[in-house]
Nanobody, 123 residues
Framework: HVQLVESGGGSVQAGGSQRLSCAAS????????MAWFRQAPGQEREGVAA???????YYADSVKGRFIISRDIAKNTVSLQMNSLKPEDTAMYYC??????????????????WGQGTQVTVS
């Protein structure tokens, strides 16, 4: 079983930056992709960015050019650097891991493991 623990988040002014991190308890063959999702009140959970073990990265159109996903294989961590933040980026951010095809990287149901979430508020 893989446990995911997020850190980072909080409140930031529009135009600012914030970094989220997610630590996986173990690196196993049970997942080939780690991703960040977000969910605002009353909205569906949406994929923000994903990174596969092979190094491929995917981003939602709404964050391209502003967010960067990266990983530290030795530490089993994945990070999300968020720049030029906008009020519409306000949401609960979740780390996820799963055996996922690149086509379905943004589909929440494809992920088996989830963190508890961390709130990001942009004002």
């Amino acid at each position: 079983h893989v446990q995911l623990v997020e850190s980072g988040g909080g409140s930031v002014q529009a135009g600012g930056s914030q970094r989220l991190s997610c630590a996986a308890s173990v690196f196993t063959a049970n997942y080939n992709c780690m991703a960040w999702f977000r969910q605002a009140p009353g909205q569906e959970r949406e994929g923000v960015a994903a990174i596969f073990h092979g190094g491929s990265r995917y981003y939602a159109d709404s964050v391209k050019g502003r967010f960067i996903i990266s990983r530290d294989i030795a530490k089993n961590t994945v990070s999300l650097q968020m720049n030029s933040l906008k009020p519409e980026d306000t949401a609960m951010y979740y780390c996820a891991a799963g055996l996922v095809s690149s086509r379905d990287w943004a589909v929440p149901a494809e992920y088996n493991y989830w963190g508890q979430g961390t709130q990001v508020t942009v004002s």
